[in-house]
């Protein structure tokens, strides 16, 4: 076997070896919309009281599910909506804030990993799309694969072919999530040698056939 006759069967092999890789999609995570909008370890909550910047900012929820606000102290918040907690927030403020108007936003904190530009941990909110959460970290690097972007939880993928254009609401995310961006594969990466063995190894059997 000539050398660009191995060049073009081992193309033919990693090509259908990419098309089975692709088609492997896992379902999408089940929605529990009750259990998407409340509270839980891990989570930030996005405190905003109009006109007050030194009590606005990002506050965690502790493992006890303890989230400490400024200027009344510990809370715990867990099992609750961000509306239940914006009441009771407004109440509490009203002590000592005349009329007070706040805003709560939850936010979930999740891994970026892969071939990014920056992988780490970032706080994420519902109304972004997983493009937004790519793009946190930088987007993907040169070699990465946006198309098949993977949602981790504890350790097992999700899914395989997450959508760009999917929200994070539409999905049920959690703190602890991993999004991966794995590495274009080898062909998707050198198109322009394998397009070139091919067309080579073409024009010699068709040389050869004359």
Request: no cysteine; hydrophobic share 45%; aromatic share 4%.
């Amino acid at each position: 076997m000539s050398r660009l006759s191995w060049i073009l069967a081992v193309a033919i092999l990693l090509a259908g070896a990419d098309a089975v890789a692709a088609q492997d999609t896992t379902t999408p995570p089940h929605r529990d919309l009750a259990a998407d909008q409340v509270l839980r370890p891990g989570d930030v909550v996005r405190l905003r009281i109009w006109r007050e910047p030194d009590l606005s900012g990002d506050y965690p929820v502790d493992e006890q599910g303890v989230v400490v606000f400024p200027l009344i102290g510990p809370r715990t918040v867990t099992d609750i909506s961000p509306d239940s907690l914006k009441r009771d927030l407004i109440e509490a403020y009203a002590v000592y804030l005349r009329h007070p108007s706040i805003d709560v936003v939850l936010l979930r904190r999740v891994n970026v990993l892969g071939a990014v530009a920056r992988p780490g941990l970032y706080s994420v909110d519902p109304t972004m799309m997983v493009a937004d959460v790519i793009a946190l970290a930088g987007g993907t690097t040169p070699i990465g694969n946006p198309d098949e972007i993977q949602l981790v939880r504890d350790g097992r993928t999700i899914t395989t072919r997450l959508s760009q254009r999917a929200r994070l609401a539409e999905l049920s995310i959690r703190s602890g999530d991993q999004f991966y961006v794995p590495e274009r594969s080898w062909i998707a990466r050198n198109s322009n040698i394998v397009a070139a063995a091919i067309t080579a190894t073409v024009s010699l059997i068709i040389a050869l056939a004359l």
